[in-house]
């Protein structure tokens, strides 16, 4: 059975930054790309940020590039996020999303075929 958790998530400062981990299990890792969303109160869920399979391509929504960066340890089998320049529009839950098969292109919530419980981000003002 296939989990994916998430840590790192808190309250934070306007200007802070947090690193979240998507540690998984029951799957192999270094078979999937990887994605991260978030979804607000009340909005839809958004994409933020995805990695390859390989590592080798990375692609991030036009509203954290710069801020944030996906990276992943295929040995710990976790997928990381850090937010840096945190922004009150960035609260949000995050997700980590697991897709088997090519990442390029995938930037939609259909397109993964596993998802974490999510952890809360909230940035103060």
């Known amino acids: 059975q296939v989990h994916l958790v998430e840590s790192g998530g808190g309250l934070v400062q306007a200007g802070g930054s947090l690193r979240l981990s998507c540690e998984a299990s029951?799957?192999?890792?270094?078979?999937?790309?990887w994605g991260w969303f978030r979804q607000a109160p009340g909005k839809e869920r958004e994409f933020v940020a995805r990695?390859?399979?390989?590592?080798?391509?990375?692609y991030y929504a036009d509203s954290i590039k710069g801020r944030f960066t996906i990276s992943r340890d295929n040995a710990k089998n976790t997928v990381y996020l850090q937010m840096n320049s945190l922004k009150p529009e960035d609260t949000a839950v995050y997700y980590c999303?697991?897709?088997?098969?090519?990442?390029?292109?995938?930037?939609?919530?259909?397109?993964?075929?596993?998802w974490g419980q999510g952890t809360q981000v909230t940035v103060s003002s």
């Open positions: 990695i390859s399979w390989s590592d080798r391509d990375t």
């Open positions: 999303a697991a897709r088997r098969g090519p990442a390029y292109g995938r930037s939609r919530p259909y397109d993964y075929d596993y």
């Open positions: 029951g799957l192999t890792f270094n078979n999937y790309a």
